[in-house]
């Protein structure tokens, strides 16, 4: 891309929300049930047939709306965008164009903060398949419950768009409501790509781009289009205003449509429902009962308990982890926690069959010198396998670390004179010498001699004897 020109992203995000049934109707929301099972008269768009509005749904946009820190609306209401697409039984969508729920949100990311122009509920359509090149008509998805996001135009590079749509959506999943599945469609996102020169006001020919069904294809397909743009400006043409959709399989952006305008689509105010009215008091209300967000929670574990920046990241990628690391951290070092779950806890699901004070107390036996870190280990695997308690394994297995230093010294000795070619092999500069006498005594203890104190005694004994000659 030309090095004069710089990127300007904004992002559309589709957010199917956790609800059991349609926005307007009490069809199920089951996905991948038989073609048009999940279907009625009114979200077939049926002559004389009322939607009545899914209180649930208003609910969720709400907490999303303040989750994203909008401005909410205490009145807003549903309008009809009227277009006419095969997948669109009624001839018109149900949406909030005039008065959305929430409006001017911002999102911190990176210390950056992402202006958030609005947030409103609408219905989905449906969903076009084909087959030997027939096109088949699937309505499940026809009025199922969607919550659009909308930034302003302050995304700057494909890098940027990913990032920030895994951090949205991992906000949402700590909210629970959307499982932001992409493959299922739960989540979809359109973006909207123009380039300009640093400086300059931003054009109004951007390119809406659509199809993208991963954050690696929505980096792809913006990285393709800057320099499709960037291409076409250098040979000194305009950009044309239209709607292109991603070719996964070429990499590359497709023209679609020209790109429609709000007058096309004839808003007005939908007439089958009422306005949505909210008072200040519950409006507070659900706000301060919001869960605390993912990058609340990290910020507090790097500040609070001194957690890495690489290890927060790790353990913030899922709610459950992230639950159960911070029910172990208050009853164990926070910092011995999260390295433990890094290290041996990362290859099962959350939650785990076991309680954090399993976990705790491992930990804390480690930390005290009565079992090795061997041995907490295997303790652990055999507690994931079992589900015993970790005293009840200890006490079967008669695994208890000795720090008894006249015993383990005997140990020491004995090795040192069993071994003496190591002995003189660690005198004469092989260093890693140490290492085979000091695998020997705890070859000889079973295991259960400290191998810190082990390691030190060893170390102590051997300069004696270099000393003395």
Known sequence: MNQDLEMVVGLEMHLQLKTSSKMFCSCSTEFAAPANTNTCPICLGWPGTLPSLNQRAVLYGLQGALALNCEINLESWFDRKNYFYPDLPKGYQITQYQKPLGY?????????????????????????????????????????????????????????ARSFLRELRLLFLYMEISDCNMEEGSLRCDANISLRKVGEELSPNQVELKNMNSFQSIARALEYEGKRQSKILSEGELIKRETRGWDEREQKTYFLRSKEQGFDYRYFPEPDLPRILLEQEFVNSVGNNLPQAPGERQKKWMEEWGIGDEEAAVLIAQKPRAEFFEKTACLAHPQEVAKWIKENLLQFDFPLEIPPEYLAEIINRVEEGELSSTQGKEVLQLVLETGKKPGEIIREKGWKQVSDEVYINQIVEKVLEENPEVVQDYFSGKEKAIQNLIGQAMKISKGQANPQLVGDLMARKLKEREKNG
């Open 104 to 160: 001017n949100g911002t999102f911190r990311m990176k210390k950056k903060n992402f202006a958030i122009q609005r947030v409103h509920l609408e219905e989905d359509a449906g969903k076009i398949n084909y087959n030997n090149g027939n096109m088949e008509i699937d309505f499940n998805r026809a009025g199922i419950t969607l919550l659009e996001i909308v930034t302003e135009p302050v995304i700057s590079s494909p890098e940027e």
